[in-house]
Every structure is written in C-alpha cells, then in structure tokens.
C-alpha cells in the first residue's frame, strides 16, 4: 500500500473516531470494582460476566471481587482493600443494608462513584441502585405463586438466603404485607422464614427441617437461586408431596420444573440476568463520566438496552428498575436454560 493511501485511510479513521460519540455511558479508561455477596454463585458469576464485557467493550477495566463469606463484615473488609486504590466506582450487591454505610461513605468521600445492583445498601451509602425489577413486583409475583400452588390456602414456608441479606428481606417484607393487606391471602399460613445463607448444604439442611416440622407445609418459596436449586433437588430426591417456587437460575432448575407429579417446582422467576449486568455497567460508567449523579428523574442510555429513567426507590433512594421479573415454566425453561 502507498504511503499516501494509507495516510489518508488514517485521517479518514481519525476524523470517523472523532466523529462517532463515545457509546452513552461507558468512556475509555475507567477502572470499576464490582463487588458480589459471596464467591461461588452462579448469579453473580453471569451477572459479572455481562457487566465486564459491556465495559471492556468500551475501554474500561473491571475487577471482580468476592467477599470470604456473605457477610457485611467480609464486604467491609473487600471495600477497605478498593478504597485504598485507584478505582473510579464500586458497584455492589450488599450483604447487609445498614452495616456498609460508613465504608461506603467513606469510598464516595474518597471521590470513588458508588452505585449498587441485585441488593441495595441503605439510601444513604449509594447513588443509585440498579434493581432488577421491581421489588414489589416480585413480592407480588411471589404471594402470586404461592397461593396458586398452595390451591387457595395452607401452609408455606420460606427458606431465604442470609438473615441479613438487604434483597432478601426487602423481598420478604413486600410479601408479607401483599399477604396481610388482601383477603385473598388469608387462609395462606407462614409457619416460617428460614435461612441457608446461600450455601448449597445448608440450604438443603433447612429444606429437610421445614419438612419434618410441618409434615403439611405445602409450598416453599425461595427467593434466591441457591435456596431453590436446593431445595428443588431435595424435595425431587425426596418426591415430597411439598411444591417449590421463588427466584432461580433457569440452568440450575431444568431438570426440576414442570407442572406434574415427576418434578418439585410448577414455575418460578428471575429476571434478564446478561441485562442486569448490562445497565449496571452503564449506570455506574454514567456516574463516573458525570452523565448523571443519581439523582430522581435523570434519564441515560443504556447501550442497546435503551433509555433509562431514574426514579424513586421503595427506600427513599433513587434506583434504576431494568424491567418485570419473568416466569420460567415448562414451556420456555429449555431454551431459557442456554442464557443463563
Ligand atoms: C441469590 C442471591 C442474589 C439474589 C438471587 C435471586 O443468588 O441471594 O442476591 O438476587 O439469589
């Protein structure tokens, strides 16, 4: 090729890069930590997966770091370890929702953008949170499930993640109050939250201790995809009259579902889980190129997701909602099962 060919190939490269505006949200050079509950889980390992390739796609580097246990205390320690480098955000998925406030404070003092997905610390140790949908839509979705399930009425149980886990509770709550504010509810009996931490044998532990206290527990509910891979695994093994719903991973429960006597679980939710690591990556990459702060009614664009509005979360905070929790069933697990 000639020089002069290739000169002008070159300035018709720079002008087109100085023509094309950088993707909405993610600039070159950003450096992210994205902190998940605990190491070992599957969600959070998708969920990274995504939120990595949408920054590395633009420039961006992201470490992905795990607490020792799904504990706030080993996330404090995690923090500690990032606010000390150079890092322009931390996105988190919070163990506990007031025990991370000062650290996270301390990391927005420092200058470091602090936005948050999947469970949100309290409002004041965040700019923005990225729920993956809303949480009264799941609550509702949930009671939902269970009252189907149950046929009307009888005992259910929950067996959630850890006792301190900020979804899980604010899942909970919802449920709970959907479940006292309509009639509709009331011949469903919660005998008991139980808690497996997110640990595949605890969670399992606690599956068989709910049913051999309540022998006519009819449905549990696990709003967490270890919980119910668990449990669904336990009361399949167990061919327990006892049915199974909650939040899962479609991956982890095809050989669980379906609406017959051969399988524990009739149907279950999540959400777009490659999504939610999508728009977390855009968010916290808007709050580092100043493109937004957080605040209530900011829009951005999330990449080929879309545009985003920020609204008002159910803690006083500000969130992002990504869309409505989808249903998994034995029609559409199979094909859901190959994404995530
Ligand atoms: C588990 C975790 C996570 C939750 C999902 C549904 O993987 O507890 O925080 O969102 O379940």
Redesign the pocket.
Known sequence: MNKKLVSTLLCGAMVLASATPAFAGVADGQKIALVG?SAG?A?FEIAASSFKETVEAEGGTVEVVYPEAATADAQIKVLDNLISQDFDAICI?ANDVNALQAKLEEAMDAGIKVSSF??APNKDSRQVFVNQAGTVAVAQALMDAVLDIAGGEGQWAILS?TSQ?A??NAWIDAMKKIMEEDEKYSKLELVEVAYGD?EPQKSTDQTAALLEKYPDLKVICA????GIAAAAKYLQDNESACKLTG?GLPSEMLEYTGADDEHSCPYFY?WDMQGLGKLSAYATSALISDEITGALDETFTAGDLGEYTITEADDGGTEIVLGLPLQFNSDNIEEMAKLY
């Open positions: 509950k889980n969600f998925s999947d469970s993640a886990a979804n899980q997110d709003p967490t995809t270890v939040l999540l």
